[in-house]
Every structure is written in structure tokens, then in C-alpha cells.
């Protein structure tokens, strides 16, 4: 039901269009009205991730085409990822009531395109939000939906993960690097953590049995051999990790864009992504392709679980305001964050 006492209106980050993040603006603009089978939450805390910059950076340019907006984002307001309270539900919504404490993914489809959860309140499918567990802040629970749902995705079946095996996290201080060295971790793996200086302290607290920093060491050349790489940068190719993986082990790669660095402004690291899809057919290292995707709902069902349990535990380092977005993604891009970075409204 929607309460009487509805509000109009709400602050929100509006992207005008493609570029530079001075074109984020916080702006009035019309509060979102709960349709059949959605969900009304007033934003706690929404995260920053590297999905956000490819979408306010308009790169690789691709990904206008998959949905985001070709001249513009369809949708203006940033953001995926938040966590706050139903203030209202819409039609045939039965798990969840005004007052419930929630968290998730506002989009249901690719992580290109903008979401809606810079703001103060979004309007969210049922089947893409869960119960926040009560042992999680707002601004945890917030961290984690698509960097849970990228590494959940990527410890499939191909991928199992067994207690004493050694596991190797390239880039393991970030998003989708912590909860994969937790899940690791959780199935009783052997974990070395790969990362920059600033990052080491916390890759020991999160649980790593080995750190190294790539700024003093390439873990490509140290001649120890692992079970399975679960590389999130990419920044070495796959030639070289094969040196450091065991004649049975699986090489995993996440695909970071690093902010533009890797120049690949039209189709990204797409044409990598679908060599290495090729070199599967020939290369028992590389995982079959699997097109076969977990739902929203089941995946929010897990990271739940996880949180619950404490086998995952998000660890934020900044947060900011609403005002605050282009800052918040600029320290991102180039402060090297312990943690997550997380706007609060």
C-alpha cells in the first residue's frame, strides 16, 4: 500500500549524459511510484562500484547498444546496489511489508545500466531484494549485490573449490576480490592474495594465508603453482598466469577495465573475453563456456545466507553523500580504497 502522506518528490543523482562525472548532478526530481510486484525502499546506503563508471563514462561504447542508452542513459539516476526499509509496497508483493530492512540490486539484467539507487528512495522488483541480516550495517549489506553476484557467478560448478586446494585472488582488495577470497576461504582453501601495498593489511584481516603485493612482485614469476586463479584485473595475460597454475587447475578471469586505462574505448575487453572462450575448446585450464545464469532472487537468497553466517563480511572504508557521487566514484578510480565506498542519503 501506498501511504497517504506520499511524498512527491526526492533528491537524486541525475547523469545529464556520457563523459565526465561533473555531469552528475543532485537534482529534485519525482519520487518513484511502486508497480505491480515492486517494491518502495527508502535508501540507507547505495555502493560504488566499477559498473557505475562504465555507465557514467558511457565506455566501452558498446554497452549503449546492450541497453544503457544510446546518446544518454535511458535511465538517469546511477547506481545498483543499495540497502535501506520498504516505505511501500505495490500490487502482489508478499514477502516483504513498509517497515521490513532490505537489501539488493535494483536491475535485473546486465550491470551496464543505470539503476536508480542514488537516491533517496527506488522503486525494486520483489524477486531482486532479501531481508538484511541483522548482523550487517545498511552500508555492508549495500556493498554487496553485484560484486556477490559476480563472484557466486564465477564459483559455479567448473569452479569447485576444496578444502586444501590453493587458490590464488589477483586483485583481492577489491569488490568482487574480497567476497572471492572469503568464499575460498569458507570452502577450506589455501588463499594467496594478490594486491597493492595499501591493501595488504586488510587481505590478512579478511582471512588470506599468503599476501603479495604486485607493486614489489609479479606472482607469475615466483614459480609456485596454483589450483585455481581467480583473476579480477586482468593485467597479465593468460600466457603468463598458465606458468603459475597446476596442470589441472582452472584460470578464472573478471575482466576489469581499470577506468580506462586498458584504451579499449568500443567493444572493451569483449574481443579478450571471447579469445579466451575459443582457447576453452583446446586448453583444459580455461573453463567451458556456461550460458546458464543464476536468477536474482536465488543469488540474494545465497549472499543473504552468507552475511548471516559471517562467512562473508564486507569491510567499508568511506562513505559519502548523495552531493558527494562524483567524489565518491573519483576515490575509487584513484584512491586505492581498503574497503568499499558507499553513499549514504
Not at 565506455?59 to 541497453?67: A, D, I, N, Y
Request: proline content about 7%; some cysteine.
Amino acid at each position: 500500500m501506498i501511504p497517504t502522506s506520499y511524498r512527491q518528490t526526492m533528491k537524486a543523482v541525475v547523469q545529464q549524459g556520457y563523459g565526465s562525472l561533473d555531469l552528475l548532478e543532485l537534482r529534485e526530481v519525482e519520487k518513484p511510484t511502486p508497480g505491480d510486484g515492486e517494491v518502495l525502499v527508502r535508501v540507507h546506503a547505495a555502493s560504488v562500484h566499477p559498473d557505475v563508471w562504465h555507465v557514467v563514462s558511457g565506455r566501452p561504447h558498446v554497452l549503449r547498444l546492450m541497453g544503457a542508452g544510446f546518446f544518454k542513459p535511458k535511465n538517469p539516476i546511477p547506481g545498483t546496489d543499495m540497502a535501506g526499509v520498504v516505505e511501500a509496497v505495490g500490487q502482489d508483493v508478499k514477502q516483504f511489508q513498509p517497515g521490513d530492512e532490505v537489501f539488493g540490486e535494483t536491475i535485473g539484467s546486465m550491470q551496464w545500466i543505470n539503476g536508480g539507487a542514488y537516491a533517496e528512495y527506488v522503486a525494486v522488483a520483489e524477486e531482486r531484494l532479501a531481508l538484511k541480516p541483522a548482523n550487517v550495517t545498511f552500508e555492508q549489506a549495500a556493498s554487496v549485490p553485484t560484486s556477490g553476484y559476480i563472484a557466486l557467478l564465477n564459483f559455479g560448478e567448473s569452479t569447485q573449490v576444496s578444502p586444501g586446494q590453493e587458490v590464488l585472488v589477483n586483485g583481492a582488495g577489491g569488490g568482487v576480490g574480497a567476497l572471492a577470497l572469503q568464499l575460498a576461504k569458507a570452502h577450506g582453501a589455501r588463499v594467496t592474495a594478490v594486491d597493492s601495498t595499501k591493501k595488504l593489511g586488510l587481505l590478512r584481516d579478511l582471512g588470506a594465508d599468503e599476501v603479495i603485493d604486485y607493486t614489489r612482485e609479479d606472482f607469475t614469476k615466483r614459480g609456485v603453482r596454483y589450483d585455481l586463479i581467480f583473476d579480477i584485473p586482468g593485467n597479465h595475460p593468460f600466457s603468463e598466469c598458465r606458468r603459475a597454475l597446476t596442470p589441472e587447475g582452472t584460470y578464472i578471469l573478471i575482466g576489469h577495465e581499470r577506468f580506462g586505462e586498458s584504451g579499449k574505448r568500443v567493444l572493451g575487453l569483449i574481443p579478450h573475453f571471447f579469445k579466451l572462450m575459443f582457447l576453452s575448446l583446446f586448453v583444459k585450464q580455461l573453463p567451458k563456456p556456461n550460458f546458464s545464469m543464476p536468477s536474482k532472487k536465488d543469488t540474494m537468497t545465497v549472499l543473504r545466507e552468507l552475511l548471516e553466517a559471517g562467512k562473508i563480511t564486507p569491510v567499508i572504508d568511506r562513505t559519502y553523500s548523495l552531493g558527494e557521487a562524483s567524489e565518491a566514484i573519483h576515490y575509487l578510480m584513484h584512491g586505492e580504497p581498503p574497503g568499499r565506498v558507499v553513499i549514504t542519503p
